[in-house]
């Protein structure tokens, strides 16, 4: 795929993410996941160097929009998000040599990378008093965060493995 299409991918699946995250009222959108997860997967791997870290400030740019008053929040953890996604393929060395990503690579680093941002973002997002501290909340969101990382993983695995790697 040439770079101006990888770029244009990036920058679609970030539109997607901000759809998904602006569709679903605030707490719902951190436990629902799943779908920025797997886009910003699947990106890392189509643009290879900073897929997930282009789709991410994509996302943040229009988070910002749309939130003004949370625009530097939105933006830092969308590129942060995207960042770690990157970074950890890259350390946890999800591709193998036939162009295949390994399953249980791509789910520990979405994993990882999901439980990373959220719990950064709410502890963030307490401290400076933009929301309550309710214990049992947080504690659903941190475990269905968790399960949304792991399902990601699997789901962009299949995806990559099963379909994109041939068009890639």
Same mark, same amino acid.
């Given at each position: 795929?040439?770079?101006?299409?990888?770029?244009?991918?990036?920058?679609?699946?970030?539109?997607?993410?901000?759809?998904?995250?602006?569709?679903?009222?605030?707490?719902?959108?951190?436990?629902?996941?799943?779908?920025?997860?797997?886009?910003?997967?699947?990106?890392?791997?189509?643009?290879?160097? $900073?897929?997930?870290?282009?789709?991410?400030?994509?996302?943040?740019?229009?988070?910002?929009?749309?939130?003004?008053?949370?625009?530097?929040?939105?933006?830092?953890?969308?590129?942060?998000?995207?960042?770690?996604?990157?970074?950890?393929?890259?350390?946890?060395?999800?591709?193998?040599?036939?162009?295949?990503?390994?399953?249980?690579?791509?789910?520990?680093?979405?994993?990882?990378?999901?439980?990373?941002?959220?719990?950064?973002?709410?502890?963030?997002?307490?401290?400076?008093?933009?929301?309550?501290?309710?214990?049992?909340?947080?504690?659903?969101?941190?475990?269905?965060?968790?399960?949304?990382?792991?399902?990601?993983?699997?789901?962009?695995?299949?995806? $990559?493995?099963?379909?994109?790697?041939?068009?890639?």
């Amino acid at each position: 795929m040439p770079g101006g299409r990888r770029i244009a991918v990036a920058a679609l699946f970030g539109v997607v993410i901000f759809v998904s995250a602006t569709i679903v009222p605030t707490p719902m959108d951190k436990m629902l996941i799943v779908v920025q997860a797997t886009l910003l997967g699947l990106s890392s791997l189509l643009v290879k160097r $900073w897929g997930a870290t282009y789709a991410g400030t994509v996302a943040g740019l229009l988070m910002s929009l749309s939130r003004a008053a949370y625009a530097p929040f939105s933006l830092i953890f969308a590129i942060a998000y995207g960042l770690l996604v990157d970074g950890s393929f890259y350390l946890f060395r999800v591709r193998m040599p036939d162009g295949n990503v390994q399953t249980r690579r791509v789910a520990a680093s979405l994993t990882l990378s999901t439980a990373v941002v959220g719990l950064s973002s709410m502890y963030v997002t307490i401290s400076i008093g933009l929301v309550p501290m309710i214990p049992t909340l947080y504690a659903i969101i941190i475990i269905v965060g968790i399960i949304n990382g792991v399902a990601a993983g699997f789901v962009t695995s299949f995806m $990559w493995n099963r379909y994109l790697k041939a068009a890639h």
